[in-house]
């Protein structure tokens, strides 16, 4: 049986959009998965079973009354995001380095000849890489990468999460 991650988009940011771990924990057992376990609050959840996008998004809906997008991966697919790292020897902050995990592979058309130095990014199948030394709240590259038309869903995880969760 596969090793599944849930990644969550847009949940626990602020006041609304709030998912309580121990609930999702409960739903995502109620739906037959086992090892059902949650990592931090900003909407990781790792289980074994069968399962599919379109599952868990209408399960979700259906539990708590708001559209969440969900982005799926297994255990082996995030431990290549983490052995493709391509910044390995320039990233000193993993809170500053992120992964843009896709639910395909993206459109970069409109990043192209665009200049977000001191930020880079590389794109490797459906996870983007983004090392931002200054962080992500100023960013211009974050932003261009949060447009619409990238890609369907995306959610964003910092390198620190990326390998608290294959731990």
Sequence with gaps: ????????????????????MADLRALLEELGYTDVRTVLASGNAIFTGRTSRSKLEKALQDRFDMKIDVVLRTMDELQAVIDADPFTDAVDNPT??????????????????????PDRFVA??????????????????MKALGKPGLAGTATV???????????
């Design 1 to 20: 049986m596969p090793r599944n991650i849930a990644l969550l988009r847009g949940i626990n940011l602020g006041a609304k959009r709030r998912v309580a």
């Design 157 to 167: 995880r910092n390198w620190a999460t990326v390998n608290k969760l294959l731990d």
């Design 124 to 141: 490797r199948g459906t996870e983007i890489y983004a090392w931002c030394p200054e962080g992500m709240q100023d960013s211009r590259l």
């Design 96 to 117: 500053r380095y992120f992964v843009v995990f896709l639910d395909r592979e993206p459109d970069l058309e409109a990043l192209e000849g665009q200049d977000f130095a």
